[in-house]
């Protein structure tokens, strides 16, 4: 597609603060940094989606948690599900004053029991995603659906939790689902997004819409609808495909970081 000189020049700005954040130094300061401490895809997968549903409020406080859950559960993830998910009393004792915000004890007792429900089945929590796209599918839309009804599924899910995991039925951004399902999915050379999916496309993929992401694309144009819904998510990542058709949200990067420090956008 060719640009104009405007679209060109969003463009050279995007490529310029890629190329900054898109770097392993990004992982230190950010919670993805937590999966990148295990070697088995499973342990990043819980890992990944648990710390993607705390994804709000400051990111020192959401790894401070993060890191607290994972010592909980012994450093092993997966095993400690397999082994307690359905141990409500043992999960009481490690888990039971742990929290984040409005993310409380019955959400981490409905995560635990889902989870061992769900590995006892399925190798990987790619299926959990996959299983609702076809090749023809242009966005995770269907994905994110579907995933939604798949885990609120079980008898005892608590309506309560229903607010932590979100879907497009709802007109929801899914912030942080879109953000796990870009860590899991994106693959390049940078080091930071694990790649480790592939049923999934990166061209599938939907913009992760957060504050800072918001504001830097309503200010260089690539974001016009005033809701911050799921309409707004499909018109970002769709101006972002003029830029790179197969790997949209690799900008994700570019318009966080220029949010995060607060880049003064008449000057770029």
């Known amino acids: 597609m060719q640009l104009n000189r405007k679209q060109q020049r969003q463009r ?54 993060g890191q607290q859950l994972i010592e909980r559960m012994g450093g092993e993830p997966l095993q400690y599900i397999l082994a307690y998910g359905d141990d409500a009393d043992r999960i009481a004792t490690d888990l039971g004053d742990w929290k984040h915000r409005t993310f409380t004890f019955a959400d981490t007792r409905y995560f635990m029991s889902w989870l061992r429900w769900y590995y006892q089945r399925h190798d990987s929590l790619e299926d959990a995603f996959a299983r609702y796209l076809s090749p023809d599918s242009p966005t995770i839309e269907p994905a994110l659906r579907g995933f939604h009804d798949l885990f609120f599924g079980l008898p005892e899910a608590p309506h309560r939790t229903r607010k932590h995991v979100a879907t ?13 399902l870009r860590w899991m999915v994106r693959r390049d050379d940078r080091g930071v997004d694990l790649g480790q999916w592939k049923r999934i496309r990166p061209d599938q993929l939907c913009m992760p819409l957060d504050v800072h992401v918001e504001r830097v694309g309503r200010s260089l144009g690539l ?38 420090e607060g880049v003064a956008l008449d000057t770029v």
């Open 12 to 65: 050279d700005v995007l490529e310029h603060y890629h190329d900054r954040f898109n770097t392993p130094d990004f992982l230190p300061d950010d919670p993805l940094g937590l999966v990148h401490a295990f070697d088995d895809p499973r342990d990043r997968e819980i890992v990944g989606f648990w710390i993607a549903t705390l994804a709000w409020g400051r990111r020192a406080t959401i790894i401070d948690k």
């Open 168 to 180: 497009p039925a709802r007109k929801s951004r899914c912030k942080r689902l879109c953000m796990f």
């Open 223 to 260: 974001l016009q609808r005033k809701q911050c819904d799921w309409l707004a998510v499909e018109e970002l990542t769709r101006n972002l495909k003029r830029f790179d058709p197969q790997d949209p949200t690799r900008y994700d990067f570019a318009l966080f970081g220029m949010g995060v």
